[in-house]
Structures are given as C-alpha cells and as structure tokens.
C-alpha cells in the first residue's frame, strides 16, 4: 500500500471513529492489504441494515503480514470484530484460545452462503488444521493459492524458474523479489534443500512443514545469505508492480499477486508467468475469524455471510488477482476461459470439475496440489524463525556493503598511516 494511501487510511480510522456511533453500530473488519474489493464495503452496511433492521459502519484496516495482524491482537488485545489469518495463524490462534465459535446457524437459511457455498476439500483442510478443535467452527476460508515463482519470460526460461534454485542463480541478480513472509519463504527453500530425502521417501512434504529444527533453521538462513545480495526487495505488496515495469524479473511470490501482475504485465506488453516449482510448496488460505476481543460478534458473521455471497466472491476476485476458497460452482464457472487447457479441479469442486478450462495460476490442477502442502504452528519455535529471518535480512550487510565498508576503513587506515608519517617527518624536519 502506499504511504499516501496509507496517511488517507488512517485519517479516515481517525475520522470514522470520532464520529461513529455506539460499538454495537460498528464493525471493525482488519484484513490484509490489496484483498478486497472496497466498493463491497457500503454495500455490506446497506445490505446489513436492510437484513437487520439494524444500522452498522465498516471501520476498515489492512496489514501487510500475518505476524503484524496476530500481536496486534496477542499483545494489544484489539478489539478487531473480524481477521483474516493465514493456515499457520489460524491454527495458533486456535490453539491458544483466541477466537471464538462463529454461530452461522443464526443467519436465515435462504441466505446462508456460508453454509451453502462449502468447499469439501476445504472443510477437510480445516478438519486437519487441528484434530482435537474442528477449525471449521471458528472459520470461514476467504482466498487461497499456492506459493511459487513469478517470472519474467523475456529474461527467464521455463527451465531456469522451474526450481526454487533461480532465486540464487548469478544470473538474476540485483533483479530478485523475495516476499516478506518469513515461513512462505522458509517453506520453499527447506522443500529445495531437501529434495533428495523427499524423492527417496526419508521424509514426507507434510513432515518438512513442521520441521523448525536448529540444523533446518541453519541451513536455510546459510541459503537466504547467498540469495540476498542478489534481492532487489523483501516485499508485502509492491513485488507484483516491480515485475510489471521489469524492475524485477523473478518474484518469490503467491499465486494471486502472480494472477494480477500477469493480467497488468500483459496490457504493457511485457509477458509474465508463474509456476509451482518441481520440488513442491506450499498451499495456502485466509479465513475470516472472529477474535475473542471483538465486540460485536454478530455484525461480523453477517460480514462474514455476506463475503461468501457468490457475486461478491466473484467482485474480490477479479479485483485481487486471489482466489476465493467459495465452492459455489457460480464462482468457478466465472472464471472458465475456453482457451486454457483442461484442468482436473475434482477435488475441490466435486466430479463435475474433472475437466474445467481455467487458468491454472488462479486454480491449481490436481497434480500441482499434490506436490503442496499446509505450513503449521510452530508454537514457541515460531520466535527461533523471526530471529533467523531478522539475521538474513537486516544484520548482514550485503557483500557491495561490507566491500564499500572495507574501503573505507582501508582508506582510514592509510590517511592516518601517512598522516602520521607526514607530522614525524615536519617534525624531523623541524628538529633537524
Ligand atoms: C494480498 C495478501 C495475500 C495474502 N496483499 C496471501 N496469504
């Protein structure tokens, strides 16, 4: 987001909240950056009071990753009525108690898209996300996608960004954009890193998601060391517009970001692609939830009801790049291009899907969610990775730094060298 709109953002915060009326007419939504449609925002209010009877304001907010959103509510306690974490998070705050259950049973049936636009393949997802609390009681999946490599087709082949390997490769350098997200990005490079015992069957995808031991730990920062002078940017949302002007050429980057920066690419002429990497990745989602904080609970399941509307899944999508996680098959048909080969998206829309013609950017075949899994809590871990994850980016200076560094310090050493050399010698001279 940019700054100018993020100062307009927190104005109109600012504003809203001065003159807003009682909580219970207030409904504080706090969602990642670049996910929404904003017109759908008015709409909800008017569709809420017309529902309801009742009036309500969005007070909207937007982050840029996961662990912002979480201590915000972990350590700040926010009264935020409605979040929307990734797999990983939701699974912590399932853990440490801090949602509560979402009462869908109190929206009418005719006008449950909640309950009536379920993804099988989600619900068993969210089944797995805990075994001992179903998350599908506290949750409500809103997007989802894989992580992969955004690439440019003028500079970069098939090949070369078919492995997690082009981030490193010498060739690029200067021209990489690397997401801000610590675990999406430790993902990939373990799976890299890892690639012989996951081929052998030593260890499983599901088991490296889990993985946060020192030696993983180790070997993936001694990677991210090599990777890191040739980043042009650690980034939550400007990486896709980086790749549209060819600032960049190769992104570490979600599937949605890719959707919308091929779609803007393309009408400058500049020819964008992204891939799945043959070692495997990551999928993953965001789901609304409800906090425990949150003060009014109920306009925030109307909120969430209201986002599963399928139109409205439809209007976020097309404005995001990002795929709704709705099952509604008016979603999936909105976005059916006969000139995309055949996809087999059976396991998320049922057999009527084997074979549907859809970018496989926006919705992963079969074979491609095969080679992905979920990340996981890492608990107490979690700080080793923020700590790792700090050394790689800031503590380190890149090489040109410490080489400019070195000259410098050099350069003191010899002026002070021939300084001094200098003064003894005006002194000889004096004392001659
Ligand atoms: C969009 C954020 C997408 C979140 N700016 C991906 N988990």
């Known amino acids: 987001m940019k700054i100018r709109t993020l100062a307009f953002a927190a104005a109109m915060f600012a504003a809203v909240s001065l003159s807003a009326g009682p909580r219970s007419e207030i409904l504080k939504v706090y ?13 909800f209010e008017a569709w809420y009071e ?32 409605v979040v929307c974490p990734s797999d990983y998070i939701l699974e912590r705050m399932l853990n440490n108690g801090l949602l509560i259950p979402l009462d869908f049973a109190s929206i009418p049936d005719s006008i449950n898209y909640i309950a009536n636009n379920k993804s099988p393949y989600m619900q068993r997802i969210f089944r797995e996300i805990n075994p001992a609390i179903d998350a599908n009681d506290y949750s409500v999946p809103y997007m989802w996608g894989t992580s992969g490599i955004l690439y440019n087709t003028k500079y970069v082949t098939d090949e070369e960004a078919s492995t997690w390997d082009v981030i490193r490769n010498p ?5 990489i954009l690397i997401k801000d997200a610590p675990r999406d990005v430790y993902c990939p490079v373990l799976i890299y890193l890892k690639q012989e015992e996951l081929k052998s069957g030593k260890v499983t995808l599901a088991e490296l998601m889990h993985d946060s031991s020192d030696e993983s730990l180790a070997a993936v920062e001694a990677y991210l060391k090599q990777v890191k002078d040739g980043v042009l940017g650690w980034e939550a949302d400007f990486g896709k517009e980086q790749m549209t002007k060819e600032r960049g050429v190769v992104s570490l980057n979600w599937s949605g970001d890719a959707v919308w920066a091929i779609e803007e690419a393309a009408a400058v002429g500049v020819e964008l692609k ?23 609970a109920k306009a925030a399941t109307w909120f969430i009801d209201f986002m599963c509307r399928p139109d409205i899944a439809i209007r976020n ?6 795929v709704s996680a709705n099952g509604a098959i008016e979603v999936l048909e909105s976005q059916i291009d006969e000139e995309k080969p055949a996809v087999d998206l059976s396991y998320f829309f049922g057999e009527q899907a084997s074979a549907v ?31 790792m994850w700090s050394r790689v980016k800031g503590a380190n200076a890149s090489i040109s730094t410490w080489v400019i560094f070195g000259i410098a310090i050099v350069g003191l050493i010899l002026g002070f060298f021939f300084s001094k050399k200098k003064k003894n010698h005006h002194r000889g001279g004096r004392r001659k």
């Open 31 to 43: 969602n990642w950056s670049d996910y929404i449609e904003e017109s759908v925002l008015p709409e």
């Open 50 to 81: 017309q529902q309801t009877g009742e009036k309500i304001k969005v007070i909207y907010q937007t982050f840029d990753i996961n662990e912002t959103m979480l201590s915000k509510i972990e350590k700040g306690q926010e009264d935020y009525d």
């Open 171 to 175: 060739k690029f350098a200067g021209k």
């Open 274 to 296: 992204y891939v799945v990497p043959k070692e495997g990745s990551n999928v993953w989602f965001d789901s609304w939830v409800i906090p425990k904080y949150a003060k009014n």
């Open 317 to 322: 999508m097309e404005e995001t790049g990002y």
């Open 357 to 387: 013609h859809v970018d496989e950017t926006l919705y992963p075949g079969r074979e491609i969610i095969e080679r992905c899994a979920l990340e996981h809590d890492w608990g107490e871990d979690t700080a080793k990775l923020l700590a």
